[in-house]
């Protein structure tokens, strides 16, 4: 089994900790599990977690964090929903002496105003599933189709650098179309439907490169609809790991998606933990595996573990 999506062993007690927590929203599966993994790993080691729902507004994660702020907790979490625009809030966090910790995405602010992030490499992420697609095409010709995620946020930015950094130097493989589809399954479709419009009801697409699962699955809807085989006519690659995609692989509808724990918040807290113990400093990036699935990876078996724990 692998290890990514397991809970620590030895989960520290840190009752009489309050931790804020500003989520994004619930735009994706993904996102669903880590709010509820999130939750799960505050309750074993007894923190109380105030969690805030920002409904994809970063004006509605900046007036949470102020609160927590204001309310005293001994630290914040926050996924940020886009890059930029963070400075001020998190400097009256630390002039509060609050450590902040990141989960799942980035900022552009300076790196000492938060105690650590906890993220995958989407870098990394963009560059499994862009290798993937040049090793399955071969020589042939392919013309890919982007479902970008949420403009202005670490994983759109870094998922789409990735990807063209692995196809950079095949020149069968291009980028034709590209578009947001902000994390969401239908705007996923909706974009898809576009994309198949635009090129002879999709007989110029050969790919769909999906910045996560749940736009795939919405691109696989479209695919359909539009009397194609998702899968065989046009493959799609994504990149989370949910429950869902592994339906649509075991379907033969989904060729391959690259996992993302949800479980960020676990080594965030043994982090906190440990600086509330003694002051340790953890390291400034803490990074979560990037694994590549396929139809090989027993995608029946891999949907019924998730499931299993909840996701
Ligand atoms: O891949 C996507 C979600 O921030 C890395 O956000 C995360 C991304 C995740 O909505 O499904």
Redesign the pocket.
Known sequence: LATALSTAAFAQDLSGKVVGFSQ?GS?????AAETSVTKQQAEERGVDLKFADAQQKQENQIKAIRGFIAQGVDAILV?PVVATGWDDVLKEAKDAEIPVVLL??GVDAPEDLYLTSV??D?VEEGRVAGNWLVGDVGTEPCNIVELQ?TVG?T?AINRKKGFEEAIAGHDNLKITQSQTGD?TRSKGKEVMEAFIKATNNGADICAVYA????MAVGAIQAIKDAGLKPGTDIKVVS??GVPDIFTAIAAGEANATVE?TPNMAGPAFDALAKFWADGTEPEKFIITESKLYTSADDPQGEYDRRKGLGY
Do not use: T, V
């Open positions: 994004i735009e994706s599966g993904w996102r996924a799942d995405r993220a995958s989407q995620g946020s994983p994390f910045h996560n699962d749940d990149i989370d993302l």
